[in-house]
């Protein structure tokens, strides 16, 4: 296993940031019609993956690096809903997707 660089973590840091800027972006695309959005969404999720990609050639394991995004961003998107869309977060959407990323978690970890 590669170890944790200060380059690998800001790259990791870095493609978590531009995928959940891609999704906070979506609701402003208006299903791909309003063009600057969209464009701005595609471009963040393009970096986001592209940065993942360069993780993975650097030495990163992928059941190491896909879960950890798989739980990372989408916690970041349900906060970034809740700040600046006014989603309500319900005890029971929070608690399934804290039991969602134990298990995505646990199954990464077994050999």
Do not use: D, W
């Amino acid at each position: 296993m590669v170890s944790l660089t200060p380059t690998i973590i800001a790259m990791l840091a870095a493609s978590v940031v531009f995928q959940v800027i891609g999704l906070s972006l979506m609701p402003l695309t208006k299903g791909l019609t309003e063009i600057v959005p969209s464009i701005g969404c595609g471009l963040a999720f393009l970096a986001g993956t592209g940065l993942m990609a360069r993780l993975l050639h650097s030495g990163i394991n992928l059941g190491v690096l896909l879960p950890f995004v798989a739980a990372i961003v989408p916690l970041c998107a349900i906060a970034v809903g809740m700040l600046f869309y006014g989603e309500s977060a319900s005890l029971t959407k929070l608690s399934l997707l804290v039991s969602a990323c134990l298990v995505i978690g646990f199954a990464s970890s077994i050999a």
